[in-house]
Each structure stands twice: as C-alpha cells, then as structure tokens.
C-alpha cells in the first residue's frame, strides 16, 4: 500500500501534468488556423501568435517531461511494481505490457518532435517551422497519452 505522502506526490503530479495539458491545449486552438506553417507565415506571426508558440512549446516540454520523469513511474508504484533506478525505456515497456500506453515507438516519436523544437538557431529556420507543424500535430498525442496515463492512475489511488 501507498503512504500519504506517494498518494499526495501522485496527486500534485497530476495536477501539475493538468495545467501544462490545459495550456497546451489553449495555444494549440488559438493558432490551429496557421498550421501547417510556411516560411511566409512563420515571419509573419504577430507578437500574441509568438507568444502561444512559445506557450505551445513550454508546455509540451514540460508535459512530456513531467509524464516521462514522474508520472510514469509513480503509476507502476500504485501498482506497488517498484522501477525506481529503471531507465525510461523499461519503465515505459512496462506501461505497454500493462496496455497503459500504446507503443513505446509513439513515446519516442514524441521525444523526436520535442528535439526538433528545443533548437533556437536563426538559421536552422526550416528545421523550426517543420518542428513546430510536428508540434501541432503531436500535441494532441501528447495530450491522448497522459489522459490515458492520468485516467489509470486515477482509477488506482
């Protein structure tokens, strides 16, 4: 059995992943209508579309790495499987043999998307607009995978 303070941990992580996930989900739909992004449009962004860009990044960063860093693993200690000094890669085996996420392979594609868009290089421009029209689309597999995550925990604790 869980003590208090795992079940308060879990909890807080939630709540934490809820916020990113709400934000996320805010700055996708105030610029779904610019993607897919092109060059032209992509320098034409006005200072409010930057922003939710930037809102759009942080918290997919911050989403995935909190899922990846601390949810993850706080879902197999409710199921008291304990993968603390686990690499990410056993952990989120685990999660599919357990048909808690689907594929491994989507998390990684996910991490792909996410090295793409941490690179701030003037002239890798092509390389960020083709990231971020990713982004866009991975977001919402980003979203799908931690309520999928959240709801299992959840249901547990």
């Known amino acids: 059995m869980l003590s208090e303070e795992n079940f308060d941990k879990i909890r807080n992580t939630i709540a934490a992943c809820d916020a990113h996930n709400a934000r996320m989900q805010t700055a996708l739909k105030k610029l779904s209508v ?7 449009s992509f320098f034409d962004l006005s200072e409010d579309q930057v922003s939710y860009t930037d809102q759009l990044i942080l918290r997919f960063l911050k989403l995935q790495d ?7 693993l ?5 199921l008291q499987e304990d993968y603390t ?3 990410i890669l056993d952990i989120l085996n685990r ?7 689907d594929s491994v392979e989507s998390w990684i ?8 868009i941490t690179h701030d290089y003037p002239h890798l421009v092509g390389e960020l607009i083709e ?4 982004l866009s689309l991975k977001a ?4 799908d995978l931690y309520l999928k995550i959240r709801d299992y925990a959840v249901k547990r604790i």
């Open 131 to 134: 990231g971020l029209n990713q």
């Open 140 to 143: 919402v597999e980003l979203s």
């Open 95 to 101: 999660l599919e043999q357990l048909k808690i996420i």
């Open 74 to 78: 706080q879902t197999l200690l409710i």
């Open 85 to 87: 000094d686990r690499p």
């Open 109 to 116: 594609a996910l991490r792909e998307v996410r090295n793409l």
């Open 66 to 72: 909190l899922i990846g860093k601390k949810l993850c």
């Open 34 to 40: 610019l993607f897919p992004l092109t060059e032209i």
